[in-house]
């Protein structure tokens, strides 16, 4: 009998479809992925299984776990399967855990609410998985509060949570999406080690398919609430049989050409540039202390050049790049762009800011909702004088729509009538406008799906061959980084410690940091040789 | 459109109507005394009754909302006219010590309720309407440069202005360009609880003789004059009370219905 | 959890919580001398303020005293008397000194000491502002935390009807409906007056149950609106999803995860409403002739007698102050993260 077994699962929420006729199956010790894109439906199944649906949702078919059809079980013996047979662990470890109660208490509810052991063994189970999921208690108190800890530290309490009463079933929504690629690999280790010790089912839900090649036994593609295609992990890879699997995997694994560099001379020279943080003090009448975001990064970048630039969170590429675009000051050092500085005199310099535009990662929060397209994109003609008006205006408006993939009639809609990719595409637009003589890319396809990540890729190459971009490109996603820059920085604790050629340093990294994000980075399988 | 947003809107306006319309009419004239008249429950001749002058109940409510209506606007023109710029530069140089000066300057007002602060100014200039303007709109300038700033710290963190930043737009033209028409919303519905909170308050200090000074008609003072006379002319009370409430509710009704109407994620500051 | 007793409970805990409870000590004493620091801070300008506006007030408080037609060396003796002879400086140093030691100085109408007055008022007042702040807030938890429970239904609406009714009723209109029925029609409670705290507590406490009640009634509304609203925001967030994954109830979620985040914006209010509650007993007084803080101002406003004024002021703000620096400190025991941070 399997462990769990959804049959024909639809689930609609005030009337909205949003799973139509799901069915899977786990068996005991077997990792179960879900994958898909965003509104495939993924995160409802797993939220089905727990049976903790929003309001409104209705749902039909049967969720069997161990034979008995969660659907017709009451609200109280859900209750006393949650977090005792089934657990679950949740995407985003800085909001999973209640703020005001130490890990102790936290890990201890969940074997104390099922009354399955008094206190004082309960807390000593808790010590136990605590130090199970990596943190031992003489480093980790159980009196720590959740602030004290990291991501990455707070996901393995998550799942501590989760596996103290020893649960035959494990739901993962995404448990690794807000983490770095270390961390990232360092769970994902944790999760199959648990598997594997506990004989538990694991039902992963990703988005990354490299990750879901790597972890799963078997595969689940799922796609506006229907599941496509299933199967033996192996086997799918081989033998993929819906198009929209096969799309999926190649977006996940986009490769672009791009073409020659032309005109190499130095453009934006950053000289030892140092950059501070002041932290609160320690005592009250200490000096208070200060932490080094960036500490003494020297690089150039030549016209014409694409570099890119990596590191986990915290390593200071989000200053760097704030320092660059004239943001905020540096502490020591200089960045200048054509010789010119991007400071002069504590004040950001006008006529550097006219030859240097930006994209963000965020679709949504780029915009002003209040203003339309064509006002949204014409922002940075504030740095021309003059500045285009009329029908000149409206020209560059319409070519730079156009450039992007979108219509000029476009430029007369409102911010929320367009989706995550498109606004991505008029983000570029608005960088553009102005002609500048850099782009800064600050993880501007981090946020997209895969299949929209590969198209606003296929759009940057064209970019580079109609308007010679030189672009300075930031992401943690190594594979991005890899097809779309020609050179690459990798940063650690504030440092640059190895740059180079991108086909060069990924292909055999010399600092012993590169080596480890490389490492951690799950690769997709070569898949090349099957599709076709 | 929602129900809220109707009801409140329907009673908010009935209010000021009345006060509009007591400049050209009212059933008689509020201050004409006629004594072999007074103390007459609600009837025919004077729907609201008469007070213990026999001046007509419906018609001082109709003046007094002018009373209230004024001080409560100008209350919040005063909020808004210096909290929402102090709120917007504190937000545009966070961290600095300008910011640090406005928000301790803030949390000092915040330190002098209303009531102590019509007190203060009674003690040295005397009573009168415009006291109450002073101390409910001093008190109400922390209110907006709190929220105004509140909001405006969280939208200077959004992507877009970083945007406009690189744009080259300076913070004072960000903060009217981008933060003030996105806080806006806030603001009109913060502005329409602090309106309501403004008539409670004007009632009050009238009612301690803080406020409006007769022969100014003002609901307060209404309420006050009838205190010795509840218990055989109870309408004395509950009519000025009655109007109070019906204001108050409305504004609130509505307060709450814009927000669900322009935002609904907006948050609103209630105290 | 509830078959083991308080005693062994904490014994257990204690094992693994003392050295980790010893640095939280630590943290919440940092916290509190700093926010120590910025009270005194706030009340140093508070005083400073309050002493310039009223030293514009314009007259000579000694002739208006002794009248028009007093003698020059009569007013001077008077000036002299009440430390009017001296520069602003140093009557300011002078003011606040003396109250550092308990010394308000001399009520211009009444020539008795400030302190004493204000100290026979105070025992009317303050009791009335905590009776008041209690009962608001006895009324309010439930009925927030049960609104917020029943969101949407029946229960929630009327909660929210009623709470809806209360913020836009004046407390004083409420105190005037309060005597008209319990004491003028069912004659249960006094139409005003204080027994005073000589005959007995229980006696003190009946003459101030009307005004508390009143002056609790709006008050309660708004608290609980924001019990609500805070707690229906804890509701919907992701920790409250993990708790329902472990297994706890909605009901069990809510109370142990939700009440106590939730407190955390209402203890803002609570804070607030104090001052409002001090304040609005001042108004509430005059309802029941209660001789009280506000009896005392108003009286001094007349009589012009602008120390007493200056006094109470500064005593009020004084209380409003200390209490959100009290709040301050709660907010620290709530919530951990508080207590690292400057």
Same mark, same amino acid.
């Given at each position: 009998?399997?462990?769990?077994?959804?049959?024909?699962?639809?689930?609609?929420?005030?009337?909205?479809?949003?799973?139509? @006729?799901?069915?899977?199956?786990?068996?005991?010790?077997?990792?179960?992925?879900?994958?898909?894109?965003?509104?495939?439906?993924?995160?409802?199944?797993? %939220?089905?299984?727990?049976?903790?649906?929003?309001?409104?949702?209705?749902?039909?078919?049967?969720?069997?776990?161990?034979?008995?059809?969660?659907?017709?079980?009451?609200?109280?013996?859900?209750?006393?399967?949650?977090?005792?047979?089934?657990?679950?662990? #949740?995407?985003?470890?800085?909001?999973?855990?209640?703020?005001?109660?130490?890990?102790?208490?936290?890990?201890?509810?969940?074997?104390?609410?099922?009354?399955?052991?008094?206190?004082?063994?309960?807390?000593?189970?808790?010590?136990?998985?605590?130090?199970?999921?990596?943190?031992?208690?003489?480093?980790?108190?159980?009196?720590?509060?959740?602030?004290?800890?990291?991501?990455?530290?707070?996901?393995?309490?998550?799942?501590?949570?989760?596996?103290?009463?020893?649960?035959?079933?494990?739901?993962?929504?995404?448990?690794?999406?807000?983490?770095?690629?270390?961390?990232?690999?360092?769970?994902?280790?944790?999760?199959?080690?648990?598997?594997?010790?506990?004989?538990?089912?694991?039902?992963?839900?990703?988005?990354?398919?490299?990750?879901?090649?790597?972890?799963?036994?078997?595969?689940?593609?799922? @796609?506006?609430?229907?599941?496509?295609?299933? +199967?033996?992990?192996?086997?799918?890879?081989?033998?993929?049989?819906?198009?929209?699997?096969?799309?999926? #995997?190649?977006?996940?694994?986009?490769?672009?050409?791009?073409?020659?560099?032309?005109?190499?001379?130095?453009?934006?020279?950053?000289?030892?540039?140092?950059?501070?943080? @002041?932290?609160?003090?320690?005592?009250?009448?200490?000096?208070?202390?200060?932490?080094?975001?960036?500490?003494?990064?020297?690089?150039?970048?030549?016209?014409?050049?694409?570099?890119?630039?990596?590191?986990?969170?915290?390593?200071?590429?989000?200053?760097?790049?704030?320092?660059?675009?004239?943001?905020?000051?540096?502490?020591?050092?200089?960045?200048?762009?054509?010789?010119?500085?991007?400071?002069?005199?504590?004040?950001?310099?006008?006529?550097?800011?006219?030859?240097?535009?930006?994209? #963000?990662?965020?679709?949504?929060?780029? #915009?002003?909702?209040?203003?339309?397209?064509?006002?949204?994109?014409?922002?940075?003609?504030?740095?021309?004088?003059?500045?285009?008006? +009329?029908?000149?205006?409206?020209?560059?408006?319409?070519?730079?729509?156009?450039?992007?993939?979108?219509?000029?009639?476009?430029?007369?809609?409102?911010?929320?009538?367009?989706?995550? +990719?498109?606004?991505?595409?008029?983000?570029?637009? @608005?960088?553009?406008?102005?002609?500048?003589?850099?782009?800064?890319?600050?993880?501007?396809?981090?946020? %997209?799906?895969?299949?929209?990540?590969?198209?606003?890729?296929?759009?940057?190459?064209? %970019?580079?061959?109609?308007?010679?971009?030189?672009?300075?490109?930031?992401?943690?996603?190594?594979?991005?980084?890899?097809?779309?820059?020609?050179?690459?920085?990798?940063?650690?604790? +504030?440092?640059?410690?190895?740059?180079?050629?991108?086909?060069?340093?990924?292909?055999?990294?010399?600092?012993?940091?590169?080596?480890?994000?490389?490492?951690?980075?799950?690769?997709?399988?070569?898949?090349?040789?099957?599709?076709? | 459109?929602?129900?809220?947003?109707?009801?409140?809107?329907?009673?908010?306006?009935?209010?000021?109507?009345?006060?509009?319309?007591?400049?050209?009419?009212?059933?008689?004239?509020?201050?004409?005394?006629?004594?072999?008249?007074?103390?007459?429950?609600?009837?025919?001749?004077?729907?609201?009754?008469?007070?213990?002058?026999?001046?007509?109940?419906?018609?001082?409510?109709?003046?007094?909302?002018?009373?209230?209506?004024?001080?409560?606007?100008?209350?919040?023109?005063?909020?808004?006219?210096?909290?929402?710029?102090?709120?917007?530069?504190?937000?545009?140089?966070?961290?600095?010590?300008?910011?640090?000066?406005?928000?301790?300057?803030?949390?000092?007002?915040?330190?002098?309720?209303?009531?102590?602060?019509?007190?203060?100014?009674?003690?040295?200039?005397?009573?009168?309407?415009?006291?109450?303007?002073?101390?409910?709109?001093?008190?109400?300038?922390?209110?907006?440069?709190?929220?105004?700033?509140?909001?405006?710290?969280?939208?200077?963190?959004?992507?877009?202005?970083?945007?406009?930043?690189?744009?080259?737009?300076?913070?004072?033209?960000?903060?009217?360009?981008?933060?003030?028409?996105?806080?806006?919303?806030?603001?009109?519905?913060?502005?329409?609880?602090?309106?309501?909170?403004?008539?409670?308050?004007?009632?009050?200090?009238?009612?301690?003789?803080?406020?409006?000074?007769?022969?100014?008609?003002?609901?307060?003072?209404?309420?006050?004059?009838?205190?010795?006379?509840?218990?055989?002319?109870?309408?004395?009370?509950?009519?000025?009370?009655?109007?109070?409430?019906?204001?108050?509710?409305?504004?609130?009704?509505?307060?709450?219905?814009?927000?669900?109407?322009?935002?609904?994620?907006?948050?609103?500051?209630?105290? | 959890?509830?078959?083991?007793?308080?005693?062994?409970?904490?014994?257990?805990?204690?094992?693994?919580?003392?050295?980790?409870?010893?640095?939280?000590?630590?943290?919440?004493?940092?916290?509190?001398?700093?926010?120590? /620091?910025?009270?005194? *801070?706030?009340?140093?300008?508070?005083?400073?303020?309050?002493?310039?506006? *009223?030293?514009?007030?314009?007259?000579?408080?000694?002739?208006?005293?002794?009248?028009?037609?007093?003698?020059?060396?009569?007013?001077?003796?008077?000036?002299?008397?009440?430390?009017?002879?001296?520069? &602003?400086?140093?009557?300011?140093?002078?003011?606040?000194?003396?109250?550092?030691?308990?010394?308000?100085?001399?009520?211009?109408?009444?020539?008795?000491?400030?302190?004493?007055?204000?100290?026979?008022?105070?025992?009317?007042?303050?009791?009335?502002?905590?009776?008041?702040?209690?009962?608001?807030?006895?009324?309010?938890?439930?009925?927030?935390?049960?609104?917020? =429970?029943?969101?949407? &239904?029946?229960?929630?609406?009327?909660?929210?009807?009623?709470?809806?009714?209360?913020?836009?009723?004046?407390?004083?209109?409420?105190?005037?409906?309060?005597?008209?029925?319990?004491? /003028?029609?069912?004659?249960?409670?006094?139409?005003?007056?204080? =027994?005073?705290?000589?005959?007995?507590?229980?006696?003190?406490?009946?003459?101030?149950?009307?005004?508390? *009640?009143?002056?609790?009634?709006?008050?309660?509304?708004?608290? =609980?609106?924001?019990?609500?609203?805070?707690?229906?925001? /804890?509701?919907?967030?992701?920790?409250?999803?993990?708790?329902?994954? &472990?297994?706890?109830?909605?009901?069990?979620?809510?109370?142990?995860?939700?009440?106590?985040?939730?407190? /955390?914006?209402?203890?803002?209010?609570?804070?607030?409403?104090?001052?409002?509650?001090?304040?609005?007993?001042?108004?509430?007084?005059?309802?029941?002739?209660?001789?009280?803080?506000?009896?005392?101002?108003?009286?001094?406003?007349?009589?012009?007698?602008?120390?007493?004024?200056?006094?109470?002021?500064?005593?009020?703000?004084? =209380?409003?102050?200390?209490?959100?620096?009290?709040?301050?400190?709660?907010?620290?025991?709530?919530?951990?993260?508080?207590?690292?941070?400057?």
């Amino acid at each position: 009998m399997s462990l769990l077994q959804i049959e024909d699962l639809s689930l609609s929420i005030h009337g909205t479809d949003i799973l139509k @006729r799901v069915s899977l199956t786990i068996d005991p010790g077997q990792i179960v992925a879900v994958t898909g894109e965003s509104g495939s439906g993924k995160s409802m199944t797993a %939220l089905a299984v727990m049976q903790l649906l929003p309001i409104g949702a209705s749902i039909d078919g049967a969720i069997r776990f161990k034979g008995q059809d969660l659907l017709t079980l009451s609200e109280a013996a859900l209750c006393a399967l949650r977090g005792a047979a089934v657990g679950m662990v #949740f995407q985003e470890p800085m909001t999973a855990l209640n703020p005001v109660k130490t890990i102790g208490d936290q890990v201890t509810e969940t074997i104390l609410i099922h009354k399955a052991m008094p206190r004082l063994q309960a807390t000593e189970r808790a010590q136990e998985v605590l130090t199970r999921v990596g943190l031992p208690p003489d480093r980790f108190p159980l009196s720590r509060y959740p602030h004290e800890l990291s991501g990455g530290q707070r996901q393995r309490v998550v799942i501590a949570m989760a596996i103290a009463l020893r649960p035959k079933l494990l739901i993962a929504d995404e448990p690794t999406t807000a983490l770095d690629v270390t961390t990232q690999a360092q769970i994902l280790d944790l999760l199959k080690g648990l598997v594997q010790e506990y004989d538990m089912g694991l039902l992963m839900i990703t988005h990354d398919l490299a990750v879901v090649a790597d972890m799963a036994d078997q595969i689940v593609v799922m @796609r506006q609430g229907e599941v496509v295609e299933s +199967g033996a992990t192996t086997h799918l890879l081989k033998h993929m049989k819906h198009p929209y699997t096969r799309m999926l #995997f190649e977006a996940s694994d986009h490769q672009v050409i791009l073409p020659d560099p032309v005109d190499p001379r130095p453009l934006l020279q950053v000289t030892q540039v140092v950059r501070d943080y @002041r932290l609160p003090r320690k005592r009250l009448f200490d000096a208070p202390g200060h932490h080094r975001a960036v500490d003494g990064v020297s690089f150039t970048l030549n016209r014409g050049e694409r570099l890119g630039l990596v590191g986990e969170s915290g390593c200071g590429k989000s200053t760097l790049t704030r320092a660059i675009l004239g943001l905020e000051d540096v502490k020591e050092g200089e960045i200048q762009l054509n010789g010119q500085p991007v400071f002069t005199g504590h004040k950001p310099n006008l006529a550097v800011r006219r030859k240097m535009q930006v994209v #963000f990662q965020d679709p949504y929060g780029s #915009f002003n909702p209040r203003h339309r397209v064509s006002r949204l994109i014409t922002e940075p003609f504030h740095l021309l004088k003059p500045q285009p008006i +009329g029908s000149e205006k409206q020209d560059r408006i319409a070519e730079m729509l156009t450039a992007v993939g979108l219509s000029p009639d476009d430029a007369g809609k409102y911010i929320h009538e367009f989706s995550g +990719g498109q606004r991505q595409r008029i983000a570029i637009a @608005r960088a553009l406008i102005i002609r500048p003589e850099l782009i800064v890319f600050d993880e501007a396809v981090s946020a %997209l799906d895969v299949s929209v990540r590969a198209q606003i890729l296929d759009l940057l190459v064209e %970019l580079c061959a109609a308007y010679d971009l030189t672009y300075l490109f930031i992401s943690h996603d190594l594979s991005v980084v890899r097809t779309i820059t020609d050179r690459v920085l990798v940063m650690q604790a +504030g440092q640059i410690v190895e740059q180079g050629e991108t086909e060069q340093v990924f292909a055999s990294p010399q600092h012993a940091y590169t080596r480890t994000l490389i490492d951690a980075a799950p690769t997709l399988p070569d898949i090349g040789q099957y599709v076709a | 459109m929602n129900r809220n947003l109707i009801l409140g809107a329907t009673l908010s306006s009935l209010v000021v109507l009345a006060a509009l319309v007591s400049f050209v009419w009212t059933p008689y004239e509020h201050a004409a005394l006629n004594i072999p008249a007074k103390l007459q429950p609600p009837n025919a001749q004077h729907w609201f009754g008469t007070d213990h002058f026999g001046r007509d109940m419906f018609s001082m409510i109709m003046v007094g909302a002018r009373t209230s209506i004024a001080v409560a606007l100008v209350a919040v023109g005063i909020g808004v006219g210096f909290g929402v710029p102090l709120g917007l530069t504190a937000a545009a140089r966070r961290g600095s010590w300008l910011d640090e000066v406005i928000m301790r300057g803030n949390d000092l007002v915040f330190a002098f309720p209303s009531l102590v602060i019509a007190i203060l100014i009674t003690a040295v200039f005397g009573a009168g309407a415009i006291n109450a303007i002073i101390a409910i709109g001093i008190f109400n300038i922390p209110v907006f440069a709190r929220i105004t700033r509140g909001a405006a710290l969280s939208l200077w963190e959004r992507e877009f202005i970083l945007a406009a930043r690189v744009s080259g737009k300076g913070a004072a033209r960000i903060s009217l360009e981008h933060i003030l028409p996105n806080v806006a919303n806030l603001l009109i519905v913060q502005g329409t609880i602090q309106f309501s909170l403004g008539i409670l308050a004007e009632a009050g200090l009238s009612y301690v003789g803080l406020g409006a000074q007769p022969p100014t008609p003002s609901w307060g003072r209404m309420l006050a004059d009838a205190q010795t006379m509840v218990s055989f002319a109870p309408h004395l009370a509950l009519i000025p009370g009655f109007a109070i409430i019906v204001t108050v509710l409305g504004l609130n009704l509505l307060g709450d219905g814009l927000r669900d109407w322009l935002d609904p994620r907006i948050r609103v500051a209630r105290a | 959890m509830s078959q083991v007793s308080p005693v062994s409970l904490l014994a257990e805990r204690s094992c693994w919580t003392r050295s980790a409870s010893a640095r939280n000590v630590a943290l919440m004493l940092r916290y509190a001398l700093k926010r120590l /620091i910025s009270l005194m *801070i706030s009340l140093a300008v508070a005083s400073v303020v309050i002493f310039a506006v *009223i030293e514009v007030a314009p007259g000579d408080p000694a002739s208006f005293m002794l009248g028009v037609n007093a003698q020059e060396d009569t007013l001077a003796a008077l000036r002299a008397e009440l430390g009017l002879d001296v520069s &602003k400086v140093q009557r300011y140093f002078n003011w606040v000194g003396g109250m550092l030691v308990g010394e308000f100085g001399t009520s211009y109408t009444y020539r008795t000491p400030v302190a004493q007055m204000i100290a026979d008022r105070l025992w009317v007042s303050l009791p009335l502002a905590l009776y008041a702040l209690a009962l608001s807030t006895l009324i309010a938890f439930p009925a927030g935390i049960y609104a917020a =429970a029943r969101r949407g &239904k029946a229960g929630d609406l009327t909660v929210m009807g009623a709470t809806q009714l209360g913020i836009a009723v004046p407390n004083f209109w409420v105190a005037m409906m309060l005597v008209l029925i319990f004491a /003028i029609n069912l004659r249960w409670f006094n139409a005003g007056g204080f =027994a005073g705290w000589d005959n007995g507590f229980w006696t003190g406490l009946h003459s101030l149950t009307l005004p508390a *009640i009143a002056l609790a009634l709006p008050q309660a509304a708004i608290l =609980a609106r924001v019990m609500r609203s805070s707690l229906l925001d /804890i509701l919907g967030e992701d920790f409250m999803r993990t708790a329902r994954a &472990k297994g706890l109830s909605r009901r069990q979620a809510l109370w142990r995860h939700g009440v106590r985040n939730a407190l /955390i914006p209402v203890l803002t209010i609570i804070g607030l409403q104090f001052s409002f509650l001090l304040a609005g007993s001042i108004i509430i007084e005059q309802v029941f002739y209660l001789p009280g803080l506000g009896r005392l101002v108003f009286q001094a406003i007349s009589a012009r007698d602008l120390i007493v004024v200056e006094s109470v002021v500064m005593l009020l703000v004084f =209380a409003v102050i200390t209490v959100n620096f009290l709040v301050d400190l709660a907010y620290a025991a709530v919530d951990p993260r508080l207590r690292g941070r400057t």
